[in-house]
């Protein structure tokens, strides 16, 4: 189940009147990244992740948004419920994008029936358009949902699989990129149901490792599972003093290391966090701990604030601390959606700049002033 068009839904939502407009969200400086854009939009060929700047040239009558995401995060979190509470097993993926695993259902409700129910309930219950594809597994299922889109459904049945695989574009098979897109169209390969009669070593020797899998999916088969979602999903680090401390500088230095370690290992992972916990325990070994729903992000300087300011709500007893700890949970998926309202692209590519030297040299190569000392 994808929502359609997420991030204009929910301003829609907000303010009709941009109902049936052309709708661009994201930075609004000419720096700036298209991070959503309408269906009356793209028609002008504008598109997630375009320059901002090339959006204006296409499409300068478009309404411009700057975005919100506390606000997607809330609506996000309200389609999520209504999924978990009729959904037997559920995985989030994203902030928009959901598996449901319904086997059984069947000889009890039918599957089609019971889904179009719960997409009814979701459309009444949030306002938002949702579209779904129906099928035996994740990549097929995730390739009728964008053939039916917008606000639409498709059930596709295993005997159908190929046929309807087949004459779509190479591009619809999740894992194919740009590069991998360029270098089997050199090779004069351009429909799903041609990569699909190819002997799958040379898909290999063509795209690397990732080759066999996308024949694979190419061919209607994905055994990966529906991981079940929990908002317990979590990463997190603690760490305890050799002496018990009041010290602040010393709390915040190490605070800020865990933040920053925590929120690469997310970045590493392309995960987002919704909410984020702090925990103290003093050296009586009373043990308290806040936590706070955010926008789902992982940029260090988002979640450090958000880390002290719980810490300092937290910490009004100043006895001595033996322990803190970070913990963010409510992990879903969504890198690509990491600098998309930032109106300056630098402070995304010294995130990326950051991450790579930590990948070749170590997590410990590069980090904040602030936090060196606290290492953990």
């Known amino acids: 189940m994808d929502l359609d068009t997420f991030f204009v839904s929910v301003e829609?939502?907000?303010n009709p009147a941009l109902t049936g407009k052309p709708v661009i969200i994201g930075g609004t400086s000419d720096r700036g990244v298209v991070a959503s854009c309408s269906y009356e939009a793209r028609r002008f060929g504008v598109h997630s992740a375009m320059p901002m700047r090339m959006a204006k040239q296409l499409c300068g009558?478009?309404?411009y948004i700057r975005g919100d995401m506390e606000l997607y995060s809330r609506y996000s979190r309200l389609v999520t419920d209504v999924i978990a509470d009729q959904a037997p097993l559920y995985e989030k993926a994203s902030v928009d994008e959901h598996y449901l695993d319904i086997t059984g259902l069947d000889r009890f409700f039918g599957c089609?029936?019971?889904t179009h129910e719960l997409r009814q309930r979701i459309i009444k219950e949030t306002g938002l358009p949702i579209s779904f594809g129906l099928s035996a597994n994740k990549t097929v299922s995730k390739i009728a949902t964008g053939q039916a889109k917008p606000n639409g459904e498709l059930q596709v049945v295993s005997t159908q699989i190929h046929p309807f695989l087949d004459p779509l574009s190479i591009r619809k098979i999740p894992m194919v990129g740009d590069a991998g897109y360029r270098l089997l169209r050199s090779m004069g390969v351009a429909r799903i149901g041609t990569l699909r009669l190819m002997p799958p070593d040379m898909v290999e020797q063509v795209l690397g490792k990732n080759g066999v899998v996308i024949w694979r999916k190419a061919n209607g088969i994905d055994p990966t599972p529906?991981?079940?979602?929990?908002e317990q999903k979590s990463i997190s680090s603690e760490h305890t003093y050799e002496q018990d401390t009041t010290d602040m500088i010393v709390l915040r230095q190490t605070l800020s290391a865990m933040v920053e370690k925590l929120a690469f290992e997310m970045r590493d992972k392309q995960k987002l966090t919704g909410c984020?916990?702090?925990k103290i325990r003093y050296a009586n070994f009373d043990t308290h701990s806040q936590q706070k729903h955010i926008p789902y992000t992982a940029f260090d300087h988002i979640l450090l604030d958000t880390v002290l300011g719980l810490f300092e709500s937290l910490y009004n007893r100043r006895m001595l601390i033996r322990l803190v700890?970070?913990?963010f949970s409510h992990l879903v998926g969504g890198a690509q959606q990491l600098n998309?309202?930032?109106?300056?692209?630098?402070?995304?590519?010294l995130y990326q700049?950051?991450?790579?030297?930590?990948?070749?040299?170590g997590k410990h190569a590069v980090g904040r002033a602030g936090g060196w000392k606290g290492e953990v």
């Not at 529906?226 to 929990?230: L, N, W």
């Not at 998309?340 to 590519?349: C, H, K, L």
């Not at 700049?353 to 040299?361: H, K, L, S």
């Open 325 to 327: 700890g970070v913990r």
């Open 276 to 278: 984020v916990t702090v």
């Open 340 to 349: 998309m309202f930032e109106d300056t692209p630098e402070m995304a590519s």
């Open 226 to 230: 529906v991981k079940p979602y929990s």
């Open 353 to 361: 700049t950051m991450d790579n030297i930590r990948r070749r040299f």
């Open 12 to 14: 829609r939502l907000i």
């Open 112 to 114: 089609y029936k019971w």
């Open 61 to 63: 009558q478009a309404v």
